[in-house]
């Protein structure tokens, strides 16, 4: 199975609601991303879990709230969001290592489309 | 700040002919670039890598070329195919894991 899944596809929330993004793999993969890509832009990286444990944050706002609750699943919990934030949400995951060698391919969900009215 | 960026937006190529795909890095510090597709409605697809201390790698239909001298790399499709259209990333990965920074991207047009 070399497929990542998200759900839900589609997303419409307010900017009062709490809402959750799930993504799930079953490849063994112990490295897990969270993207950002905005309409006719390259995927802007979030955040990276390495074993279940959260390892790069790129100073997103704590309206965004990743969870990694075990090593298939990866959670991002969404609250108070702005406008501006609607975006396509892309999971991702790696094989992961700790030395240089070859390059681990990431394998990408289809993402979830969210919108925030 | 460090960037990796495409020189053209959109390239349309007759079905059949080769498809060559330009992008500008700026991150000398770099050791992997990667090739990503995009068709739409889906999430991207890896294509190709190469290291930085190659120049040169194939793949089934795909090659990529490295020129660090002028930081660009390339990447060429051999008979285009309509299955082909979709938007190429170029990206950058400082030790080919976990980080990686995606360029602007090219959408490519394949003209049956």
């Known amino acids: 199975d070399t497929e990542v899944t998200q759900t839900p596809k589609h997303l419409v929330m307010g900017m009062t609601n709490k809402k959750s993004l799930k993504c799930e793999q079953h490849m063994g993969h112990r490295a897990m991303y969270w993207y950002k890509q905005k309409a006719k832009k390259p995927p802007e990286l979030m955040f990276v879990y390495s074993y279940e444990k959260l390892s790069i944050n790129e100073s997103v706002p704590s309206r965004f709230s990743p969870e990694c609750p075990n090593s298939s699943l990866l959670n991002l919990h969404l609250h108070a969001l702005q406008p501006e934030d609607s975006a396509l949400y892309l999971c991702?995951?790696?094989?992961?290592?700790?030395?240089?060698?070859?390059?681990?391919?990431?394998?990408f969900g289809p993402g979830t489309r969210l919108t925030v009215l | 700040g460090e960037s990796v960026g495409l020189h053209l937006p959109t390239l349309s190529v007759q079905e059949g002919d080769n498809s060559i795909i330009n992008c500008a890095y700026s991150n000398s510090a770099s050791d992997y670039f990667i090739w990503y597709k995009q068709e739409s409605g889906k999430g991207p697809q890896f294509i190709i890598d190469i290291r930085s201390n190659m120049d040169k790698r194939q793949g089934q239909r795909v090659t990529v070329l490295l020129n660090k001298t002028v930081k660009h790399l390339s990447l060429q499709i051999a008979a285009t195919q309509p299955g082909d259209s979709a938007v190429y990333f170029c990206?950058?990965?400082?030790?080919?894991?976990?980080?990686?920074?995606f360029g602007t991207g090219t959408k490519l047009q394949v003209i049956p």
């Open positions: 991702a995951s790696s094989q992961e290592v700790t030395g240089q060698g070859t390059y681990n391919e990431q394998f």
């Open positions: 990206a950058e990965s400082p030790r080919g894991y976990q980080k990686v920074t």
